[in-house]
């Protein structure tokens, strides 16, 4: 009998039956994306995300209404799994395929976007979380200092994670090859973000309600040293590979060997990245360009060919899965028992937030726009009214990398976390601690009844937040057409290829991203009758200026071919 | 303070910093052992293989040397990494590159050693383990029906991994340029056999003293439904992948989804049988072939080129990573610790279990190549002694597979993973029960002190078996070319490309391979003057018929070109 019973409880415990089930489910998930997405392919509203979110939406019904709500085990988002797995190929691709002269044209900008606006987003959620908490707590007036303290740590980390852009959403909502300069606006802006989140979270660990000259200097310091460092390991690592395939020259004996060292390489910056608390995110992007544009060229044809697609094949399925799984996600039983109870609170708090989202969007980008506008004197360079509504809308979205974030945050932060060691290292005091913590929250509009509910409804209300963003995704591809739409008309007829004349409102970007051939280092020149433009751009000299060292210095060590984005040009 | 506590303790336990220590660790020591691979490359002794057995012995000696034996948790080998992820892309590499030709030529005498040979060895090592052990004990007289039972098991669990040749060494030491004849028959055999020993597994769980013809029956019904629904599961969702791909037309939108496709329904393929509790291995095996046979000629061309070396880079990662895995696991201190205290017994045991592999091995390629001789009238078709020589030699090698094998089946067994979950569920009786069982071991040569140790000392003398047989990978190279000498060098100045030239020995299966091209269904028959061939052997019979049945029912649904084995042809 007991043998019985003790091999039973075995069966139970069993290891290996859970990943294979869900491994199993989730591998025939994605195929099944796969084939329904390129079936729903010519509807204009179903993109590839929305099909996978609306088949994990069905999937986690089914399980939940077959098990009765007990297998949502499946379900929970496993942050480590997205951040060491599917995040690093979908940015490296990124970088491995991005227009680098759009990019690099844009570079002020783009950084002026992920760090400024991004600290104004910020500032303008944290401000009116705080503020609106503190009215409808005013009861509160013996609050002390240090229960304020961390009521702030946790109103700005969600302030924090809710300014950033998500980059796998822009992915997959703007085109690179129809919107060129709104994509790498947007997409560098959720880049840079990266780093400046960090920073971020950093410096709220460390917060003070004053905010003195001295936390400024420290803050710029730190983003300064983890944007440079970030980018400087993503170069020096791409740059070795380079120098070790051109070297050794792999290819003489196998294809395979060039390929395999390329990816390892690529995911060897990332995991490095992370080990030394880097943006991993900026690192494996930086690596992508550098990797492009040099390690690229060193290896045979084959290889070229199998990396373009090897790389964006596994950032295809790493975009499908996050989707799947966050929709999959979304109805995680345990997160909907907590709020059942007060259904109200819940759509009054995401519709806050989610208006928070908004204007402090709004707010950072065409503040931006206005201070870049001021420090651009012809009118040429200016960002136009409509593509900054373009640019505010296409930003708005929060996917996957923001559930992961809050995940992350919320369980690393040393906060909310804390519940769960206390009980299992230092017992009392901690929990006297804490509850004392929670009795703050107690009486503030997230009032829930166990102490972890925090985290959970915290969590819930990203979700819905992220859920209610979605309708951005799907919104902002008509609203890119609508925009830009009168012009568009009238020069499709003529040439459906040019990407410039399809964007007649970015047309001045545009224009001069095609006429100065820079930082690819082309030698041809498409539009030589522009040529006087390379004078009057500040930028365009530092291009001059980098084209010729990469020429002279560059590429006779590291190897590189003459055009501008290489994996662009093969085999289509 | 209790905040700082609090802020240390939450460090200690972070759950991320663990993995991405470990995973920069493996990206950068692979990424070493493939450069340092290239190098060697040309030294005859040093394949990819045993730089990265010596790499991992390397490592692990610094980290231990550095933290003194405390940080040795990265150097425990994990089973779920090992079957989930870093096995199934070399089987199915395997199977998409084989040469199916030679492999279905020869499918009778690769399940006669795989099924038979495979038998008779695991019953002469767990005959003469078992007497042994019995001799040593015979003053136990007193030892009852039931703690035999157990014992038994236990080693017979041993007869069967060590029974089993490893599919990935084999892939390392013989090519299958050079040596087609024998790479099919030891590959193959190895492929086979995983269904074999998860069979005998399942049926040493049901284990009675008394071998009736029942069990016999049993036994063989259990196989064959294995199996035949492990290939047939295989086959059908190979085919599921050519028809989506064929109908849907992937390539016209994108090819990335076509690879991207082919990728998880190759893996689906693996899940899926781990799921039903079928031979993973033998089915994505036969998933490969169908998808090289089938779907692949519906893939565009930059998919052919992609996939095609997409799937001998990912082979190539896994099989390297498993080398330098095994060799750094082979340092764990736990395990040598617990042999410290018995060196004489461990080197008996050891050297007693090598011993018997050799013997085992010997009997079932002698005996098996007996058998098939008696059945084969015409002596082209006979197997020489020096072909069954190469045969033993290569097929004595364990790897990794073994390795893991032994974790997954010790610990999922039921029995000695026990004592883990008993201490957690059903304390005293178990506990009871157990040290019951483990006082039957206490007694035997495998005298060790605590309750785990038959477990720890289990895989230790697999270890060190694995370490001995890696000598047998090393010397294997030089032994064909040893054995198979006489006539290469003649033939290499007039044809070095010939591999039929190249194998005088195995020519006559050579010849027959090359004349008949079968399975592969193509039109070119390389020596026309041996057509009478046809006739006289059987399997060439159903070759034909299969080719017809495929040119006129298969391919006209399925799709496929008429090349043999197309992946070989590509750009190379």
Redesign the interface.
């Known amino acids: 009998m007991?043998?019985k019973?003790?091999?039973v409880?075995?069966l139970l415990?069993?290891?290996?039956a859970a990943?294979?089930?869900s491994?199993?489910l989730f591998?025939?998930l994605?195929?099944a994306c796969?084939?329904i997405g390129?079936?729903l392919?010519k509807t204009r509203w179903m993109n590839q995300s929305v099909t996978a979110l609306a088949f994990g939406l069905c999937t986690a019904t089914v399980i939940i209404l077959t098990t009765n709500g007990k297998i949502s085990d499946i379900l929970l988002f496993d942050e480590?799994l997205f951040?060491?797995c599917l995040l690093p190929p979908i940015i490296f691709n990124a970088g491995f395929q991005v227009k680098k002269k759009q990019f690099f044209q844009n570079f002020i900008i783009i950084n002026l976007f992920g760090v400024v606006g991004t600290l104004i987003s910020f500032g303008i959620i944290s401000i009116v979380q705080f503020a609106w908490c503190f009215a409808h707590t005013y009861k509160m007036l013996y609050v002390n200092a240090y229960r304020l303290f961390w009521w702030q740590v946790d109103l700005s980390s969600l302030g924090a994670i809710l300014s950033a852009t998500d980059t796998v959403c822009t992915l997959q909502v703007l085109n690179q090859e129809d919107t060129p300069l709104l994509y790498s606006l947007v997409f560098g802006e959720g880049v840079v973000n990266d780093a400046t989140s960090i920073v971020l979270f950093n410096a709220i660990q460390k917060f003070s309600v004053h905010v003195t000259p001295d936390t400024v200097m420290q803050f710029t310091g730190s983003f300064l040293y983890l944007f440079s460092l970030s980018t400087l390991l993503g170069i020096a690592v791409g740059l070795m590979s380079a120098y070790?395939i051109r070297k050794?020259y792999?290819g003489r004996?196998s294809?395979?060997?060039e390929?395999?060292?390329m990816?390892?390489?690529a995911?060897?910056s990332y995991?490095?990245a992370?080990?030394f608390q880097l943006s991993g995110i900026l690192t494996v992007f930086f690596c992508g360009i550098v990797m492009s544009h040099y390690t690229w060229h060193n290896i045979t044809?084959?290889?070229r060919?199998?990396t373009k697609?090897?790389f964006?094949?596994l950032s295809?399925?790493s975009e499908?899965f996050i989707f799947l799984y966050v929709g999959m996600d979304a109805l995680d039983m345990e997160k909907w028992k907590i709020v059942k109870g007060s259904p109200g609170t819940s759509v009054a708090v995401s519709s806050t937030l989610l208006g928070l989202v908004l204007v402090g969007r709004a707010a950072s980008v065409f503040s931006v726009s206005f201070l870049s506008n001021l420090a651009n004197d012809s009118p040429i360079d200016k960002i136009g009214f409509k593509q900054q509504v373009t640019i505010w809308w296409a930003g708005l979205m929060r996917g996957a990398v923001s559930v992961a974030l809050a995940y992350?945050k919320f369980t690393?932060s040393?906060h909310t976390?804390?519940p769960k060691?206390?009980i299992m290292?230092?017992s009392t005091?901690?929990i006297v601690?804490f509850s004392n913590v929670v009795s703050d929250f107690a009486a503030n509009p997230y009032n829930h009844r166990n102490s972890l509910s925090w985290l959970t409804s915290t969590k819930l209300y990203l979700l819905l937040i992220d859920e209610n963003l979605q309708v951005f995704g799907l919104l902002t591809k008509p609203l890119v057409r609508l925009m830009l739409q009168p012009r568009e008309e009238s020069s499709e007829i003529s040439s459906p290829k040019s990407s410039s004349a399809l964007l007649p409102l970015l047309a001045n970007g545009q224009d001069l991203a095609s006429e100065l051939d820079s930082v690819g280092g082309g030698i041809s020149i498409r539009r030589p009758s522009s040529l006087t433009m390379l004078i009057t751009k500040p930028t365009s000299t530092v291009h001059y200026y980098w084209r010729k060292f990469d020429n002279a210095v560059m590429r006779p060590i590291f190897g590189g071919g003459g055009e501008e984005s290489p994996p662009n040009d093969i085999?289509h």
């Open positions: 007991s043998l019973l003790d091999s409880s075995t415990n069993e290891p290996d990943p294979v089930h491994v199993t591998v025939a994605v195929s796969i084939v390129h079936l392919q480590d951040f060491i070790i050794l792999f004996h294809t395979d060997r390929v395999a060292l990816i390892l390489m995911y060897l995991v490095m992370d080990l044809e084959s290889s060919v199998t697609h090897t964006a094949t295809f399925i499908t992350n690393s040393g976390q804390r060691n206390a290292i230092t005091i901690t601690l085999l």
